[in-house]
């Protein structure tokens, strides 16, 4: 394996500084050619790493939706990326990207004292329908949306603390993943891709595949990502981590699971799981705990299901083969 860049800190990984793109992008071109490493366009065999919702509002603390474990993750990530750096071909990055007023933010509904819930509260369909609970604009197509999520079996609509908000600091990439994915391009001479999900005010975007809901009021709010689903697979082989491992990750890995089962169940050999480079959200102080709050276990379990579908399951200091 390579060694890492010497600006490398692991010490930094947690902390929020500006991305240092021009001394980064000169070290790139530096170590590639100190280390023989070619264009990313030489690659015969093919490898993609896809960083689901690696941001500063999930994975530095103190963010609103910080997950336990994702500094030591990201470190792990980071160093994997620097030490593979001439068998990884491309990155990919999918960001969460929200704004104020969406159906699963405090803004969206009030009571009827005119307050907002608070951050994890769940909203039910016969709530809102019977006005507990009121949205502030598209009334008639958010009691929709609740009794299609709950009809779904998968979701009740959770309120969720402010998070990732476009133009704000906790939307961006973590930093010291920042500069990796700016090492990489200046060193291997390949533009990082960044995918946005959620945009859409009236819907939820766990995965970056597909919404948790596609229509109301008979109108189109989402489909299935079918262009970035086929540029992931044109790839030999796609290496996946990020955050958190019992929501975003899980939710897109099922989609993928899904849609390779129902196209070409060989594609779900491509997918390599970085299992030590993502961490669940806990589960509530609860007791007894409800299974649907068990977000360890339902990642553990959503494990063994991509397994036995043939997606493969690795940690970082696995060595990646070709």
């Known amino acids: 394996m390579l060694p890492l860049p010497d600006f490398y800190e692991s010490k930094q990984v947690p902390q929020l500084f500006m991305e240092r793109a021009g001394l980064v992008a000169d070290a790139g071109e530096a170590y590639a050619q100190k280390h023989g490493i ?174 948790e809901v596609t229509e109301l009021g008979g109108q189109v709010v989402g489909s299935f990502n079918t262009p970035f689903f086929k540029m992931l697979m044109e790839y030999d082989r796609v290496y996946v981590f990020g955050q958190a491992k019992s929501h975003c990750v899980l939710s897109t890995l099922n989609d993928i699971q899904e849609h390779v089962m129902q196209s070409d169940p060989k594609l779900a050999e491509k997918i390599w799981i970085l299992e030590d480079a993502m961490s669940p959200v806990p589960a509530p102080p609860i007791s007894p705990l409800p299974s649907h709050l068990d977000f360890p276990r339902i990642a553990t379990e959503a494990l063994e299901k991509w397994k036995k579908a043939g997606m493969k399951v690795v940690k970082t200091s696995d060595p990646v083969t070709i």
């Open 38 to 211: 070619k264009p990313s366009g030489a690659d015969k065999f093919r490898i993609a790493a896809f960083g689901i919702d690696v941001q500063v509002g999930f994975c530095t603390p103190g963010a609103s939706l910080f997950v336990p474990g994702a500094v030591e993750d990201t470190q792990r990530t980071v160093e994997w990326l620097y030490r593979n750096l001439d068998k990884v071909t491309s990155l990919f990055f999918s960001m969460d990207t929200h704004r104020m007023f969406q159906i699963f933010h405090p803004a969206w509904w009030i009571d009827a004292k005119g307050k907002h819930p608070a951050p994890l509260t769940p909203i039910f369909h016969e709530e809102v329908r019977a006005g507990k609970w009121t949205a502030v604009a598209h009334p008639k197509e958010s009691l929709e949306y609740v009794k299609r999520l709950e009809a779904s079996g998968k979701y009740v609509l959770t309120v969720w603390p402010y998070h990732t908000l476009l133009g704000g600091l906790s939307h961006a990439l973590v930093p010291s993943m920042m500069e990796a994915s700016l090492f990489h391009a200046a060193a291997r001479k390949h533009q990082t891709h960044f995918e946005t999900k959620g945009t859409h005010a009236m819907t939820e975007n766990y995965s970056v595949m597909s919404p």
